[in-house]
């Protein structure tokens, strides 16, 4: 149940609802809930400026959306405004000094990039089409995208040269979003931070100027940064995460969690040597403020499975860390949202990939509702898909280069045969791969059991289902603070912020996934 506050005149009240409230529906109930007898309004914001159907859905998501006020259409000729006292003034016959707000001055600066941007595009072949196409979708597709990026940063170059200023890029960016709202992305700080981001120059509309820049320069390269993740050394012109699995979080509070080395110690020796499951959970509960500090320890962090082994043979332990380590609500979401919303929609956004064969084997199996022959599961293929959405990002000049989205898979989920050693698997690793999902079955349909494998150890997923177990994989990189997979990064911030919520205010996603990120948060 969600509530929003509507002033009507001198009244204010909350208009509840459940779901998805639309435009028409939000008017509809503010009718019958101030008892106004037509629905010619006009809903203003904190700021009274008026909220129309294309930006209502886009307000709506936000947090901390304010009072949103409702005005007969015949009412609203009398002109409003804030003068320098802060006080909403009525004109009158006599003249008036109006002074805007802060507000006001930069919903007004907006608008004029907006309307900057549009008349680039209207000005140039194929800008028509795609304000046309946004008109009838509410969206963009890859490719019109594109075209929308290099027409506008042709203009950019023509009038500020190769290397326009950060406000310039900036100003183009925000005209973006404010001409186009569903591009925004609801889960960044600025909404346009895809089209540009002036902390670390990404974005589309940098992308497309650091290729003109290499085009002009005849192609030389600048030297890439080299980032170092959690065990992990990489090359990469992306930038580091700030946010996510290998954040050191505030420990854990609660009565029975044991506070001293010793108890820690005889708690540790106990579970070593007792069978009983129960008596292992909570014992596991009662160090986890220990195990937190263990795993963040350079030192000590190898040696997590000698000392909690129990982790390699009770499923459910990944669970109860993760939980609290945020909470129940954090813990159940992707369980609750992927099978209701994000995996129809993922089938949606797939039919605007290059279907190649191996696409579209995973999009058949995704789609299929009874068990499937061969191939992966409905739920494990839908997930699959994902990774071709947010494909891997170059590795810089680090070879292979760029992994194809079909490689990309084989880091998150391997098949073996039931009857086939485990261990052997285990042993036969020769590079160090970050947390993936070890299958073990007859065949890719016909699961018996999943594993998540990290550091050669492979630990039990407590639930059969590939969704479950997905969930449980997510989870482990939190629980045991590893990063993710430099091939996988893109799926799993995507996952992060999209879905669990998580970080979203310290973890940088690569535009393409905040791109993805807009999308599917409309």
């Known amino acids: 149940m969600q509530a929003v506050r509507v002033k009507y005149r001198e009244q204010q009240k909350y208009i509840c609802f459940e779901g998805q409230l639309t435009y028409t529906s939000f008017l509809e109930c503010v009718a019958k809930k101030f008892n106004i007898p037509n629905l010619d309004f006009k809903v203003l914001d904190d700021s009274k400026t008026e909220v129309d159907e294309d930006v209502f859905d886009f307000l709506m998501k936000k947090q901390n959306l304010g009072v949103l006020e409702i005005c007969q259409a015949q009412d609203s000729s009398s002109t409003s405004f804030t003068s320098s006292s802060g006080e909403i003034e009525v004109d009158s016959d006599d003249t008036i000094l109006l002074q805007h707000s802060p507000t006001t001055r930069r919903r007004a600066d907006d608008t004029s990039l907006a309307r900057m941007v549009e008349d680039v595009l209207k000005n140039k072949p ?8 946004y008109a009838r979708t509410k969206s963009l597709t890859d490719s019109r995208r594109r075209d929308m990026v290099k027409i506008l940063v042709a203009q950019m170059t023509s009038e500020h040269g190769t290397s326009p200023s950060r406000r310039v890029k900036e100003n183009y960016a925000k005209g973006i979003i404010t001409l186009f709202p569903y591009l925004a992305d609801p889960r960044s700080r600025l909404g346009y931070e895809h089209f540009y981001n002036a902390e ?75 069978a009983d499951e129960g008596i292992v959970m909570m014992k596991m509960k009662q160090t986890f403020n220990y195990r937190q500090k263990m795993i963040h320890d ?24 993760f939980t ?3 909470d129940e609500a954090t813990s159940a979401k992707f369980l609750e949202k992927w099978p209701t919303v994000y995996k ?22 995704a789609e299929c509702t009874i068990e499937v022959e061969n191939g992966w599961d409905s739920d494990m293929s839908s997930i699959l898909i994902l990774v071709h959405l947010l494909p891997p990002s170059p590795h810089g000049r680090k070879r292979p280069g760029k992994l194809s989205a079909r490689q990309a898979c ?48 492979a630990v039990p997923c407590k639930s059969p289902g590939s ?20 091939d996988l990064v893109n799926m799993y911030n995507f996952l992060q912020t999209a879905i669990y919520e998580i970080d979203v205010d310290t973890t940088k996603v690569n535009p393409r996934a905040a791109e993805l990120r807009a999308r599917m948060l409309r």
């Not at 670390?200 to 940064?225: C, M, V």
């Not at 129809?344 to 191996?358: A, I, W, Y």
């Open 126 to 133: 194929g800008g028509e089409r795609i304000i046309n196409d």
């Open 467 to 486: 969704l479950a177990c997905f969930d449980e994989l997510f989870k482990a990189h939190f629980v045991f603070g590893t990063s993710y997979d430099h």
């Open 410 to 457: 084989e880091h998150h989920v391997k098949f073996i045969k039931t009857g086939t050693s485990i261990q052997g698997h285990l042993d036969g690793i020769t590079e160090s791969l970050q947390p993936y999902l070890l299958a073990v079955g007859t065949q890719r349909s016909v699961i018996h059991k999943y594993f998540v494998v990290i550091d050669k150890h």
């Open 324 to 326: 609290l380590m945020f």
């Open 298 to 321: 350079p030192v000590k962090s190898s040696d997590i499975f000698l000392d909690f082994p129990r982790f390699l043979d009770i499923g459910g332990l990944i669970e109860q860390d």
């Open 344 to 365: 129809q929609k993922v089938l949606e956004q797939s039919r605007g990939l290059t279907q190649s064969d191996d696409l579209q084997y995973l999009v058949q199996n």
């Open 200 to 274: 670390d120059g990404s974005g589309y509309l940098a992308w497309r100027l650091k290729f003109i820049q290499k085009e002009a320069s005849n192609g030389q390269n600048k030297t890439p940064r080299i980032l170092v993740g959690h065990g992990v050394t990489f090359l990469s012109y992306s930038y580091p995460l700030l946010g996510g699995p290998t954040s050191d979080r505030d420990c854990f509070r609660e009565d029975n969690c044991l506070m001293t080395d010793s108890l820690c110690s005889e708690a540790i020796a106990l579970m070593k040597h007792t």
